[in-house]
């Protein structure tokens, strides 16, 4: 059961030594004490996490940092599907031509 259990903080650390025991608590406390000496860096209480604006203003900082640092090869692609996209509509124009009737 240990095994699965993710301690983001010495609070959450309590509460789930506290479940795991059942209630006791001068077990809860041995348990605790146990877990806590190895993890002197776990902070008091969980992190606050991040609101939707900083989400999305680490998103997008992300996507534009990507694009500045694969300017070459997005620049490839596209002159690559446009130099595809420039056969195909010449080899349609051709293929147009040749099947139209004379007027005359």
Not at 72 to 96: C, V
Request: net charge negative; glycine share 6%.
């Amino acid at each position: 059961m240990l095994q699965k259990l993710q301690f983001t903080s010495k609070a959450s650390l309590k509460q789930q030594c506290l479940f795991i025991t059942g209630g006791n608590i001068k077990e809860t406390k041995e348990l605790y004490e146990f877990l806590v000496a190895d993890m002197p860096d776990l902070p008091d209480i969980d992190p606050i996490p991040p609101t939707w604006q900083e989400n999305t203003k680490s998103t997008v900082n992300g996507i534009f940092s990507w694009i500045q640092q694969n300017q070459g090869t997005i620049s490839q692609g596209i002159d690559y599907l446009r130099g595809l996209f420039s056969k195909n509509a010449a080899a349609a124009a051709e293929e147009t031509a040749e099947a139209l009737q004379p007027i005359n």
